[in-house]
T-cell receptor, first 113, second 110 residues
Framework: DAGVIQSPRHEVTEMGQEVTLRCKPI?????LFWYRQTMMRGLELLIY????????DSGMPEDRFSAKMPNASFSTLKIQPSEPRDSAVYFC???????????FGAGTRLSVL | GQQLNQSPQSMFIQEGEDVSMNCTSS?????WLWYKQDPGEGPVLLIA?????ELTSNGRLTAQFGITRKDSFLNISASIPSDVGIYFC??????????FGAGTTVTVRA
């Protein structure tokens, strides 16, 4: 398996622009997670899905952030409008129904100027 | 937010040294995981622990699930240069949501 695939790997945008991050989970995994990593706050869970349904979005910082999972093999995290404080590395992870082990993608490094 | 206290925050190692780091939690966990993150990459799983008292090895790595279910440690024996990176502990009280420690940054001492 190719693992969790994220795109793009790097994104540089200007404040106010819409940003869309993409994720393809490992085939057969029922859970998908979006994380944000910063030096100050470490790894923060933003939202997770089970069988394509959002279960807990309490970590989403504000309404500018939204996430969708239209099918079992694809998810997006969208920021609109983006702000400089959104600059971070965003990770997607997926896991099987049980076991707790999450497998991470390589991340998207977002810079909002 | 993070519920885990991971220490030390950083450490310098000399090749050949043994390295130890640990995590404590205010909550009981059913699963403890240890990940390593290299620069520009995502965290990669090193060891998974599922039972209190469990001691598991993966090559030069050894990790234990504390008896109280509120702590875990990771040991690296005979460290090598490629051991540098950030090590994260993670705990779960159910099967799918993880809480992460702040990480231990391991650097090679010149």
């Amino acid at each position: 398996d190719a693992g969790v695939i994220q795109s793009p790997r790097h994104e540089v945008t200007e404040m106010g622009q819409e940003v869309t991050l993409r994720c393809k989970p490992i085939s057969g995994h029922d859970y998908l997670f979006w994380y944000r990593q910063t030096m100050m706050r470490g790894l923060e869970l933003l939202i997770y899905f089970n069988n394509n349904v959002p279960i807990d979005d309490s970590g989403m910082p504000e309404d500018r952030f939204s996430a969708k999972m239209p099918n079992a093999s694809f998810s997006t995290l969208k920021i609109q409008p983006s702000e400089p404080r959104d600059s971070a590395v965003y990770f997607c992870a997926s896991s099987l129904k049980s076991g707790g082990i999450q497998y991470f993608g390589a991340g998207t490094r977002l810079s909002v100027l | 937010g993070q519920q885990l206290n991971q220490s030390p925050q950083s450490m310098f190692i000399q090749e050949g040294e043994d390295v130890s780091m640990n995590c404590t939690s205010s909550s009981i966990f059913n699963t403890w995981l240890w990940y390593k993150q290299d620069p520009g990459e995502g965290p990669v799983l090193l060891i998974a622990l599922y039972k209190a008292g469990e001691l598991t090895s993966n090559g030069r790595l050894t990790a234990q699930f504390g008896i109280t279910r509120k702590d875990s440690f990771l040991n690296i024996s005979a460290s090598i240069p490629s051991d540098v990176g950030i090590y994260f502990c993670a705990g779960s009280s159910n099967d799918y949501k993880l809480s992460f420690g702040a990480g231990t940054t391991v650097t090679v001492r010149a």
